[in-house]
């Protein structure tokens, strides 16, 4: 009897995992193995790395089959990614310093810019996700399709080389933030206060919180910046790091109206 149930159990066993297996052939049609092989570049040789690259930790929670995530290959991802970019920059800026192509680097590889890079791909038509989160991640949840867009990288990485990954990472990351440059904007506005208070021999400037509003889970801020006992600016955002930078956005606004720059 012990044998028959052991049996049984191995047959259902079996059974579940072809079931699980069906399951993600179903969301990852050979249509839409064509439709990647087209983003990508290239005809994929070993389809594994792309599942796994597209298998966010949460599918695991309903498929036990499975037992890795994308995490493994975002890590690696991340890496080819960080090489591409600075030996493009290396040879963009021959006579720039190694300031200057560390920030230009961090913008180009940071969680925004992968995530627009993700939605301008669709890649989330592609993720495996739990039915939990699939409703949140449709609504847009910008930090899966980051983790995503590197792990795909890394997949990329492993079945079609350096040259695939750099072929990749130039189409979807640096030549649409290339084009208009504003990839060399500087958008840390608090940095950029600080330089105008130092170079003008001024007080550094202060934030102070005046306002929070709404509830727990959805908080905004007003945040005010002062340079000594004057107030500059003000700024508003979800969190006190980005009202911060507004009100120091709109500070440097005010110094240029206002001819304050030539102090």
């Known amino acids: 009897m012990s044998k028959i149930l052991s049996w049984l159990f191995e047959k259902l066993k079996q059974r579940e995992v ?7 052939s179903r969301l990852l049609t050979p249509q839409k193995f064509h439709k990647l092989e087209e983003l990508v570049g290239f005809n994929i040789k070993n389809r594994s790395y ?3 690259a597209l298998m966010h930790r ?15 290959l975002e890590f690696l991802g991340d890496s080819v990614l960080s090489l591409v970019v600075a030996e493009y920059l290396f040879e963009e800026f021959p006579e720039k310093d190694e300031g200057f192509l560390t920030k230009v680097r961090a913008k180009l590889v940071n969680r925004i810019a992968l995530a627009d890079a993700a939605e301008k791909i669709n890649l989330a038509d592609f993720i495996l996700v739990s039915k939990n989160l699939f409703n949140t991640f449709k609504n847009g949840s910008r930090t899966v399709l980051a983790d995503a867009t590197e792990a ?5 990485y492993l079945d079609n080389g350096l040259a695939g990954a750099k072929g990749f990472i130039h189409k979807v990351l640096i030549e649409p933030n290339s084009k208009d440059g504003l990839y060399l904007v500087d958008e840390n506005f608090k940095s950029q206060l600080l330089e105008y208070a130092q170079a003008n021999k001024l007080e550094n400037p202060v934030y102070t919180v ?3 509003e709404g509830p727990q889970h959805n908080r905004i801020f007003t945040i005010k910046v002062e340079i000594g006992e004057n107030e500059f600016g003000r700024g508003k955002g979800r969190n006190k790091k980005s009202a911060e930078q507004n009100a120091a956005q709109a500070a440097l606004q005010k110094i240029f109206n206002e001819g304050l720059h030539s102090l």
């Open 18 to 24: 072809r079931n699980k297996s069906k399951y993600v």
């Open 50 to 52: 792309f599942i796994q």
């Open 58 to 72: 949460s599918f695991l929670e309903q498929n036990s089959d499975y037992d890795v995530s994308n995490e493994r």
């Open 152 to 156: 795909l990288i890394g997949a990329v």
């Open 210 to 212: 005046i306002k929070e």
